[in-house]
């Protein structure tokens, strides 16, 4: 049967909203409406009539409501095949009554995990009738419409409206596709909530908003991002963003959550690495100073500040030919000066996402081979008490706040890499490369092509150096602090040559690779 009218519809929602439209249609399409609880009370109010549950189970509300429509004579009628002798028979057997619509909204299961509430109150939030009423009403979208969300009701409404109750097999099936998102997206929440940091479990990903790409990572690719956009950014201005727009924006932001709360900080980002980043007393500087890092890489760049960008930033900004712009806020007419380029996209972070990308636990997924690649976030940010002297020579307190600025840069640099920077500027940076020498040479060269000076500046590396090489050619260039993890068989090596030439060396103890 592919178009049916509807005749009857059984209600049970968490959330109430939008929902007065749709039974007030119902109700001059003469559908019978069955309910419960609070929903019932909800249709009452509105002076319309509706069948109590409990009439149609002879079994009233019970366990303080936890059970109130799991019985056979409602998921009879939600179930019943139409084109089924037996079943139509097995109806009037046992007088049940058929149910050709099934609206439900779940309890918000994850908004109370969110809330910070006890766990009794979350487990409370485990909807049992409301998600088995969404399944047998979505397994049976041949003969019954659901609608699982509170999102549907304007869809459902526009249906009711335009086939005056009467809906057709195609309907019925595109409805029956949220609801499965919607069962199994709400599964997958609890199962991750139950699984904590159990060290056995099953990768579950569920993302139920998406956002369509301008293309992939090439222009023949489809791409979308799959999240909530709106969590972390206020789009101003600009074109759709594109997947290695993307790409950019997160290690931007991956970076400069290392700088919540500091002294004003810019960065310049190329193909997810930092071209440029300096921090300094004005936004203004920073910015100038950060582009003087790499003024050519920073060309279609992404640029980001931890802190208001000024109108006099942003005309330094309006030069420079450049695709994301983001920032904690804008200036008014700072935001007007950017928008002088009408395909540059304006970013403004909403309030503490910053700090939230920097404490979240949030699982780092990617795919690989015919799976994925799992991982905890690399949280760790070498500070001031990780610091292990290895040298006889002591680094000063200004060469200090320099290595631990460098630092924070590696860790978001690809690996192989070396960051060279001097006064709380970066350099240069040598990245992804197959040797740390090349790393370092890279670094080096292009610094130099820039037309630093770099006698007396610091320099990070991502790992250990297995031998003294790397000291040896940065000595040379001038570098006169380095920070490294340590733990090579071959560290005398290194220690050894750096007492011999005045370089001040410290370990961290941390690895911080990034392929």
């Given at each position: 049967?592919?178009?049916?009218?509807?005749?009857?519809?059984?209600?049970?929602?968490?959330?109430?909203?939008?929902?007065?439209?749709?039974?007030?249609?119902?109700?001059?399409?003469?559908?019978?409406?069955?309910?419960?609880?609070?929903?019932?009370?909800?249709?009452?109010?509105?002076?319309?009539?509706?069948?109590?549950?409990?009439?149609?189970?002879?079994?009233?509300?019970?366990?303080?409501?936890?059970?109130?429509t799991l019985h056979p004579k409602v998921f009879g009628g939600i179930l019943n095949r139409r084109d089924h002798k037996g079943d139509e028979a097995q109806l009037e057997e046992?007088?049940?009554?058929?149910?050709?619509?099934?609206?439900?909204?779940?309890?918000?299961?994850?908004?109370?995990?969110?809330?910070?509430?006890t766990e009794q109150d979350i487990i409370e939030k485990i909807d049992i009738g409301g998600i088995s009423l969404i399944r047998a009403g979505a397994k049976n979208y041949k003969?019954?419409?659901?609608?699982?969300?509170?999102?549907?009701?304007?869809?459902?409404?526009?249906?009711?409206?335009?086939?005056?109750?009467?809906?057709?097999?195609?309907?019925?099936?595109?409805?029956?596709?949220?609801?499965?998102?919607?069962?199994?997206?709400?599964?997958?929440?609890?199962?991750?909530?139950?699984?904590?940091?159990?060290?056995?479990?099953?990768?579950?990903?569920?993302?139920?908003?998406?956002?369509?790409?301008?293309?992939?990572?090439?222009?023949?690719?489809?791409?979308?991002?799959?999240?909530?956009?709106?969590?972390?950014?206020?789009?101003?201005?600009?074109?759709?963003?594109?997947?290695?727009?993307?790409?950019?924006?997160?290690?931007?932001?991956?970076?400069?959550?290392?700088?919540?709360?500091?002294?004003?900080?810019?960065?310049?980002?190329?193909?997810?690495?930092?071209?440029?980043?300096?921090?300094?007393?004005?936004?203004?500087?920073?910015?100038?100073?950060?582009?003087?890092?790499?003024?050519?890489?920073?060309?279609?760049?992404?640029?980001?500040?931890?802190?208001?960008?000024?109108?006099?930033?942003?005309?330094?900004?309006?030069?420079?030919?450049?695709?994301?712009?983001?920032?904690?806020?804008?200036?008014?007419?700072?935001?007007?000066?950017?928008?002088?380029?009408?395909?540059?996209?304006?970013?403004?972070?909403?309030?503490?996402?910053?700090?939230?990308?920097?404490?979240?636990?949030?699982?780092?997924?990617?795919?690989?081979?015919?799976?994925?690649?799992?991982?905890?976030?690399?949280?760790?940010?070498?500070?001031?008490?990780?610091?292990?002297?290895?040298?006889?020579?002591?680094?000063?307190?200004?060469?200090?706040?320099?290595?631990?600025?460098?630092?924070?840069?590696?860790?978001?640099?690809?690996?192989?890499?070396?960051?060279?920077?001097?006064?709380?500027?970066?350099?240069?940076?040598?990245?992804?490369?197959?040797?740390?020498?090349?790393?370092?040479?890279?670094?080096?060269?292009?610094?130099?092509?820039?037309?630093?000076?770099?006698?007396?500046?610091?320099?990070?590396?991502?790992?250990?150096?297995?031998?003294?090489?790397?000291?040896?050619?940065?000595?040379?260039?001038?570098?006169?602090?380095?920070?490294?993890?340590?733990?090579?068989?071959?560290?005398?090596?290194?220690?050894?040559?750096?007492?011999?030439?005045?370089?001040?060396?410290?370990?961290?103890?941390?690895?911080?690779?990034?392929?």
């Open positions: 049967m592919s178009n049916i009218t509807a005749k009857s519809a059984l209600i049970s929602v968490f959330s109430k909203e939008g929902l007065a439209p749709i039974v007030h249609k119902m109700n001059d399409l003469g559908i019978t409406i069955y309910s419960t609880g609070g929903t019932e009370k909800f249709i009452t109010d509105l002076g319309i009539d509706v069948v109590p549950v409990e009439e149609v189970t002879s079994y009233p509300s019970i366990l303080g409501g936890r059970v109130k046992f007088n049940i009554p058929q149910i050709d619509m099934v609206i439900v909204d779940l309890y918000p299961f994850e908004k109370t995990v969110t809330s910070g509430a003969d019954t419409l659901c609608v699982g969300t509170v999102a549907d009701y304007s869809n459902l409404l526009e249906v009711l409206e335009s086939g005056k109750g009467t809906t057709t097999l195609d309907q019925r099936k595109r409805f029956a596709a949220t609801c499965f998102n919607i069962s199994s997206h709400y599964d997958s929440a609890i199962y991750n909530y139950f699984a904590g940091n159990s060290e056995e479990k099953a990768l579950k990903i569920s993302e139920q908003k998406v956002m369509p790409l301008r293309y992939g990572e090439n222009p023949h690719q489809r791409g979308w991002f799959y999240g909530d956009f709106d969590e972390m950014f206020i789009k101003h201005h600009g074109k759709a963003l594109s997947y290695n727009n993307l790409l950019d924006v997160d290690a931007a932001v991956n970076l400069m959550s290392e700088f919540v709360n500091d002294a004003p900080t810019f960065g310049v980002f190329k193909h997810n690495n930092a071209c440029g980043v300096a921090q300094r007393e004005t936004i203004h500087q920073a910015y100038v100073d950060a582009l003087a890092g790499d003024p050519v890489s920073a060309f279609g760049g992404v640029l980001i500040s931890n802190v208001e960008i000024d109108a006099a930033t942003a005309q330094e900004i309006h030069k420079l030919f450049c695709e994301v712009v983001i920032a904690p806020s804008f200036a008014s007419d700072a935001l007007e000066i950017l928008k002088g380029k009408k395909n540059r996209i304006m970013l403004e972070l909403v309030e503490g996402a910053l700090s939230r990308k920097r404490d979240t636990n949030k699982l780092e997924v990617r795919a690989s081979l015919n799976g994925y690649l799992v991982q905890d976030p690399n949280l760790k940010t070498d500070q001031k008490e990780d610091l292990n002297t290895a040298t006889k020579l002591a680094p000063t307190a200004a060469q200090i706040e320099d290595l631990l600025f460098a630092s924070k840069l590696c860790k978001h640099t690809k690996s192989n890499t070396i960051v060279i920077a001097k006064n709380k500027q970066l350099c240069a940076s040598g990245t992804g490369q197959t040797s740390r020498v090349d790393a370092l040479n890279q670094a080096i060269h292009k610094a130099q092509s820039f037309k630093f000076d770099l006698k007396g500046a610091v320099m990070a590396s991502d790992a250990f150096f297995p031998f003294p090489d790397c000291v040896e050619i940065a000595d040379h260039a001038g570098i006169t602090a380095v920070i490294q993890p340590g733990g090579s068989i071959k560290d005398e090596l290194s220690i050894d040559y750096c007492n011999k030439n005045n370089i001040a060396m410290v370990f961290t103890g941390t690895r911080h690779f990034k392929h």
